[in-house]
């Protein structure tokens, strides 16, 4: 069992539309947990960090920890075709360690 | 801020000859470097972190022969890709953890390296 599983799509969803995406893990030592988005075959780009359980907002996005279920969210409102990309999620257990990553989700947002 | 610039952004070699990939943080001072390799439509997968002034830590299946890492100084990383061939073909990636204060790693742009 890999220690972060992502479906990886693809997600095709109209402008303006919610988007869910998440990742569930095994390694109940994690503690930081980050969403990347990562445009075709750029570097990944920070979206959202997070410590621990909990909810954190920016803007159109949410990103939720729920470490009792080893499982996280993110959650983009009002969608634009510009969201396109794939998004990875990212966990580690102590910061400045190495990142374990999920496979991606890539996302379509159709005008 | 916290910027990794990644050179160069893609190469073609052919099988057997050597190809480096720098990495340099250009406003910040990176102790620690890890290299990743993203196969298509796959996960960034962790091939080795390197510390300043001290050898690189591989993982487990990657040929520290191979994939040749030096971090000579708190600003410039390198992976030299030694004797290559068309299964090293692939997306490279490093990363730094952002500098204390800040939150998360910076990536640089990759390298599309292909092999032929």
């Known amino acids: 069992q890999k220690e972060v599983e992502q479906d990886p799509g693809p997600l095709s969803v109209p402008e303006g539309a919610i988007v869910s995406l998440n990742c569930t893990y095994s390694?109940?030592?994690?503690?930081?947990f980050m969403w990347y988005r990562q445009y075709s075959r750029k570097g990944p780009e920070l979206l959202m960090y997070?410590?621990?359980?909990g909810n954190k907002e920016d803007g159109r996005f949410t990103a939720q920890v729920d470490k009792s279920s080893k499982y996280i969210s993110l959650f983009i409102r009002d969608s634009q075709p510009s969201d396109s990309a794939t998004y990875l999620c990212?966990?580690?257990?102590?910061?400045?360690?190495?990142?374990?990553f999920g496979k991606g989700t890539s996302l379509l947002v159709t005008p | 801020g916290a910027v990794v610039s990644q050179h160069p952004s893609w190469v073609i070699c052919k099988s057997g000859t050597s190809v480096k990939i720098e990495c340099r943080s250009l406003?910040?001072?990176?102790?620690?470097m890890f290299w990743y390799r993203q196969f298509p439509k796959q996960s960034l997968m962790l091939m080795a972190t390197?510390?300043?002034?001290?050898?690189?830590?591989?993982e487990q299946g990657v040929e520290k022969d191979k994939f040749l890492i030096n971090h000579a100084s708190l600003t410039l990383s390198t992976l030299t890709v030694t004797s290559a061939h068309p299964e090293d073909s692939s997306f490279y990636i490093c990363?730094?953890?952002?500098?204390?204060?800040?939150?998360?790693?910076?990536f640089g742009s990759g390298t599309r390296l292909t092999v032929v």
């Open positions: 990363s730094a953890p952002r500098p204390t204060g800040n939150y998360g790693y910076t």
């Open positions: 390694n109940s030592a994690f503690q930081y």
């Open positions: 997070t410590y621990s359980s």
């Open positions: 990212a966990m580690s257990a102590n910061s400045g360690y190495a990142l374990n």
């Open positions: 406003d910040f001072q990176a102790t620690t």
């Open positions: 390197s510390n300043e002034g001290s050898k690189a830590t591989y």
